[in-house]
């Protein structure tokens, strides 16, 4: 069955610390990869979308992914991190030609200041 | 303004009512979901329609319907709730373009059955 693993369940850094998530999925076929943020309280925004050609992707607030095909991986990163980016993150893939939606556990991050 | 609308926010209720969660979206999109997010944040697809015709029934009991009155609202309706219905609901919206649209999320709907 396809799925979404997240290592990281529960990242605490300081301000201005790298950020790195990880994200590996199992299917073996064409992926649709994608990080939404869920800030505490409110619904799931896209932080970044990977479809196809350069694997190293960037989205909003300074956040960027890379695709790794043959680790099967979307990891997550930012250079330096705020306290306003303390939320939920969650990885997603959308296998093949399904309109399905699958997410990982997501990651807790708590940025203290 | 908003995108994807859910009411209502907070639903408390008791074991064995019935009751229901509304969503509209406003994108345009033909394609409408239903995700339920567990107390350890975990997300899972319920129910997806496109153009008021389901296409993904994942495996939830009976007890859960969905209803889709055209293509801008699907709603979910609750029959005998349960202890482990409570949840948060997220109601969420795309094109069906398969794979690549990605989805555009409601505010989520708190349900909390005592």
């Known amino acids: 069955a396809q799925s979404v693993s997240q290592h990281n369940h529960h990242v605490i850094l300081s301000e201005a610390a790298s950020l790195e998530l990880g994200c590996n999925y199992s299917y073996g076929g064409t992926v649709n990869l994608f990080w939404y943020v869920q800030y505490p309280g409110q619904h799931l925004q896209l932080l970044l979308k990977?479809?196809?050609?350069?694997?190293l992707v960037k989205g909003i607030k300074g956040f960027e992914a890379e695709f790794i095909k043959s680790k099967f991986s979307f990891n997550l990163r930012k250079p330096s991190v705020q306290w306003s980016d303390t939320a939920e993150y969650f990885c997603?893939?959308?296998?093949?030609?399904?309109?399905?939606?699958?997410f990982g556990q997501g990651t807790t991050l708590q940025v203290k200041p | 303004d908003t995108a994807v609308s859910q009411t209502p926010k907070y639903l408390v209720t008791q074991m064995g009512n019935d009751k229901s969660i509304k969503c509209e979206q406003n994108?345009?999109?033909?394609?409408m979901y239903w995700y339920k997010q567990d107390s350890k944040k975990f997300l899972k697809i319920m129910f997806s329609y496109n153009n008021k015709e389901l296409i993904i029934n994942e495996t939830v009991p009976n007890r859960f319907s969905p209803k889709s009155p055209d293509k801008a609202h699907l709603n979910l309706h609750i029959n005998s709730l349960e202890l482990g219905d409570s949840a948060v609901y997220f109601c969420?919206?795309?094109?069906?373009?398969?794979?690549?649209?990605?989805?555009?999320f409601g505010n989520g709907t708190r349900l909390t059955v005592t």
């Open positions: 969420a919206s795309s094109h069906h373009d398969t794979s690549k649209s990605p989805l555009h």
């Open positions: 990977y479809f196809s050609g350069d694997p």
């Open positions: 994108l345009g999109h033909d394609t």
């Open positions: 997603a893939v959308k296998p093949g030609n399904t309109g399905k939606l699958i």
